[in-house]
C-alpha cells in the first residue's frame, strides 16, 4: 500500500470544460478551485501566482490542450500557428523558470502536422506524456537526492512545494532515513509557510518554521545538516536560479560549512551562465503587504525581484534526474544526450 500523496501533488485538472487550478494563494485556509476555460484564463493564473512551483507546467500543458481544441477546426497550418502563439503566451507568464518551455514543447512535438479530431487527440497525448515524464524524472531526481542526506539530520529549505519535495520526503523514507525539516516562511507570498510547511506536515513530517531572516542563525548554530531547495534553473556553468532568498542562504550554508544540494532535473542547455537567466521583477507593492494585510505606512516604495541567482562557488551539487553534479561538471549531464521532454 503507498501514500496518498498530498493535496499540492495533484493541482491541476485537466477535464472536458477546461482547466482546473487548485488556488495556491488561498491554500491551506480555503481549498478553492480557479476554472480556466480558455488559454488567457490559465496565462492570468499563471502569471497571477494562482498556481506555483511545479503547478505551472501542468497548467502549461492544460493550457495548449485547450488550444488545440480551438484550433481543431482550422487547417493543419493555420492551427500550428494558433498552438505556437498560445505557447508564447504561456512561456511570457514566468520567464525564469524554463519549464514552462518545456510544458509546450511537449505538445508542440506531440500536434507536429495534426489538424481536426487528431489535433486534439495529440495535444492530449502529448500532455498524458509530458505528466508522467515530469513526475518520472522527480522521482528519479528525488532518489539521487535522498542518497547525499545523512540517515537522521535535519533539512532547512526555502520555497518549494509538490513533486520534488514530495519525492524527496518519500525517498528519503524508502531508504529508512529520518528526516526533519526548517523551513523559512518565504515572504512576499509565504509560499514556505502556507505551501512547503503545510506539504510537509500533510505528510507527518516534523517540521519546524522559521522567518526569513533566521536562516544564518540556524546554520551558524549547528542545527542544520544539509540545506536543500529546487531550482526554477541552472545554468551550465552551475549558476542556481531560485526563490528571492536563496542566495543568502546558500552564502550562509558555505560559510558554516552545511553543504547546498539544488534540485533541477536538468540544466538548462540554452542557458550559459547566469548573466543569460531574465529575472521576473514582480509589483514592488507586494512586499508592503502580507496576505493582503499593509506591514507599513504610505509614501514607501517596495522592490519585488521574484528570483535571485547563486553562483556555482555556493553551491556543493547540483541533484538531476541522471544524478549528482558538481556545478563544474554540469555539461557531463548531456553525454547521454538530450532528455524526452
Not at 17 to 41: K, M, N, Q, S, Y
Not at 322 to 338: C, H, M, N, S, V
Amino acid at each position: 500500500m503507498t501514500d496518498p500523496l498530498p493535496v499540492l501533488a495533484d493541482s491541476v485538472r485537466l477535464d472536458e470544460d477546461g482547466v482546473h487550478i487548485l488556488d495556491r494563494r488561498r491554500f491551506p485556509f480555503a481549498r478553492e478551485w480557479v476554472h480556466c476555460r480558455t488559454v488567457g484564463e490559465v496565462a492570468d493564473a499563471i502569471s497571477g501566482m494562482v498556481t506555483q512551483s511545479s503547478g505551472p507546467y501542468f497548467a502549461a500543458l492544460g493550457a495548449m490542450v485547450l488550444a488545440a481544441r480551438d484550433a481543431a477546426g482550422l487547417p493543419a497550418a493555420e492551427a500550428r500557428v494558433r498552438l505556437e502563439t498560445a505557447a508564447e503566451q504561456i512561456i511570457a507568464t514566468r520567464k525564469t523558470n524554463n519549464h514552462l518551455r518545456k510544458a509546450v514543447t511537449c505538445v508542440l512535438d506531440a500536434v507536429d502536422g495534426a489538424s481536426g479530431d487528431e489535433l486534439v487527440k495529440a495535444a492530449e497525448e502529448g500532455a498524458r506524456h509530458g505528466d508522467e515524464r515530469y513526475r518520472a524524472r522527480c522521482r528519479a531526481l528525488a532518489g539521487h537526492a535522498a542518497e547525499l542526506l545523512p540517515g537522521a539530520g535535519v533539512v532547512l529549505t526555502h520555497c518549494w512545494a509538490d513533486l520534488y519535495l514530495v519525492e524527496l520526503v518519500l525517498a528519503a523514507r524508502r531508504a529508512r532515513k529520518s528526516l526533519a525539516f526548517v523551513c523559512t516562511e518565504t515572504r512576499p507570498y509565504l509560499q514556505g509557510a502556507r505551501l512547503t510547511a503545510a506539504t510537509l506536515a500533510e505528510m507527518d513530517v516534523d517540521t519546524t518554521l522559521i522567518t526569513d531572516g533566521m536562516g544564518a542563525a540556524e546554520l551558524a548554530a549547528g542545527r542544520i545538516d544539509a540545506l536543500v531547495t529546487a531550482a526554477d534553473r541552472v545554468t551550465m556553468d552551475g549558476h542556481v536560479v531560485n526563490k528571492i532568498g536563496t542566495l543568502g542562504l546558500a552564502v550562509a550554508a558555505s560559510a558554516f560549512d552545511v553543504p547546498f544540494h539544488a534540485l533541477v532535473q536538468a540544466p538548462d542547455q540554452a542557458t550559459a551562465t547566469g548573466a543569460d537567466v531574465p529575472i521576473e521583477y514582480r509589483d514592488g507593492a507586494e512586499v508592503l503587504t502580507v496576505l493582503g494585510q499593509p506591514t507599513t505606512s504610505g509614501r514607501i516604495r517596495g522592490r519585488y525581484p521574484a528570483f535571485d541567482v547563486t553562483p556555482p562557488r555556493f553551491v556543493t551539487t547540483v541533484v538531476t534526474d541522471r544524478g549528482p553534479f558538481t556545478p563544474d561538471r554540469l555539461g557531463e549531464y548531456y553525454a547521454e544526450g538530450e532528455p524526452n521532454q
